[in-house]
T-cell receptor
């Protein structure tokens, strides 16, 4: 089974802090994704990566950056956290093609005070 | 019972009944559609997908129907069980593209 793990289930940070969310997948998938999930808005794509050191902006990249130094690991960075970034963050990975199934991690619920 | 996607976010059914969850998609160019299930405290889990060259696809106890004319997708769950209680949401995309657009989801509650 594909396993996607995220570094924290719950995280509380203060406004202005730098926040790192990490995601690791164990199935040698090429694609990795970061989404945020908010009530009434569904899942929205922040960034994705289709290869090591490659990244593409999603629909809502403002205020975020990403890093993919190794194939299995994809990090989401909030350079200066703000209260409107309080959300559930979900990481996903897929094998190679766009239509390959995306496997999700359990999510990190981030609260920014 | 029947849910009308984004406008009716909850659906309550009796155990053993069939459930129908609907989704209206917006992009007429979308040719790939997926249903996900998300249980409380967990990430979304793939259920079934369908491409636009098909109208219907069946899995284990689930059937997805696609009506491209009215841009409508539905998920039918047969003999709904308490373990089916979750949020279900659809996603659409273009195979020539690189991303999916997700719906808000419908909360399915199965009453014993």
């Amino acid at each position: 089974d594909v396993k996607v793990t995220q570094s924290s289930r719950y995280l509380v940070k203060r406004t202005g802090e730098k926040v790192f969310l990490e995601c690791v997948q164990d199935m040698d998938h090429e694609n990795m994704f970061w989404y945020r999930q908010d009530p009434g808005l569904g899942l929205r794509l922040i960034y994705f990566s289709y290869d090591v050191k490659m990244k593409e902006k999603g629909d809502i990249p403002e205020g975020y950056s990403v890093s993919r130094e190794k194939k299995e690991r994809f990090s989401l960075i909030l350079e200066s956290a703000s209260t409107n970034q309080t959300s559930m963050y979900l990481c996903a990975s897929s094998l190679r093609y766009f239509t390959d199934t995306q496997y999700f991690g359990p999510g990190t619920r981030l609260t920014v005070l | 019972g029947e849910s009308v996607g984004l406008h009716l976010p909850t659906l309550s059914v009796q155990e053993g009944d069939n459930s129908i969850i609907n989704c209206a998609y917006s992009n007429s160019a979308s040719d790939y559609f997926i249903w996900y299930k998300q249980e409380s405290g967990k990430g979304p889990q793939f259920i079934i997908d369908i491409r636009s060259n098909m109208d219907k696809r069946q899995g284990q106890r689930v059937t997805v129907l696609l009506n491209k004319t009215v841009k409508h997708l539905s998920l039918q769950i047969a003999a709904t069980q308490p373990g089916d209680s979750a949020v279900y949401f659809c996603a659409e995309g273009e195979t020539s593209g690189s991303r999916l657009t997700f719906g808000e989801g419908t909360q399915l509650t199965v009453n014993p």
